[in-house]
């Protein structure tokens, strides 16, 4: 079997890696992070799960941010979502329910994103597939804007 290799010469994993941050930034700078007492994972590890509540940092929700690449790449980041405490509970009660498929989150994206940063910068995040984690897909930040519409050089983005 062939294995491919992107213009930057790196390996592609099908043209279409993805990155999973494991914690948002903000629980990251934490002197316990997600051993914090009193916090809650929707699963047994950070890793695994795709909530959490932190005290001193909030609450989150995992999504997917998908970066178009040249060559008809994807790139898709696990990134979380910085979200209210409300809707966390919301999306608590429908996560695993028929409900799920309607679900919009406003929040800020709680991870920096290379190349282009993006922490914090407001974003909506909304079902695709309900099968699947929630998408970012809008924002009022043109830069944001940007990288969810735009396709990218591969090299400036993965290499």
């Known amino acids: 079997m062939a294995v491919e290799t992107c213009s930057c010469g790196r390996t592609v994993d099908g043209g279409n890696p ?9 629980v990251l700078e934490l002197p316990e992070k997600e051993q914090t007492p009193g916090t809650w ?8 799960s795709v909530m959490m509540q932190v005290p001193g940092a909030g ?9 178009q690449l040249d060559q008809g790449h994807t790139l898709t980041y696990g990134a979380w979502l910085a979200i209210s405490p409300d809707d966390l509970q919301r999306t608590f ?20 994103i290379h190349p282009w940063g993006l922490l914090s ?11 699947e984690t929630p998408y970012l897909t809008a924002s ?13 050089p591969h090299a400036d983005v993965v290499g």
């Open 140 to 152: 009022p930040d043109p830069l944001m804007t940007k990288v969810l519409t735009e396709t990218w």
């Open 121 to 131: 910068t407001p974003v909506t995040a909304t079902i695709r597939n309900p099968d």
């Open 59 to 67: 609450p989150f929700v995992r999504v997917l941010l998908p970066i």
């Open 93 to 112: 009660a429908v996560w695993w329910e028929p409900e799920y498929a309607n679900l919009r989150l406003d929040g800020l994206l709680a991870n920096a």
């Open 41 to 48: 994972m929707s699963h047994g590890t950070a890793r695994e």
């Open 18 to 26: 993805n990155l999973r941050f494991t914690l948002p930034d903000p």
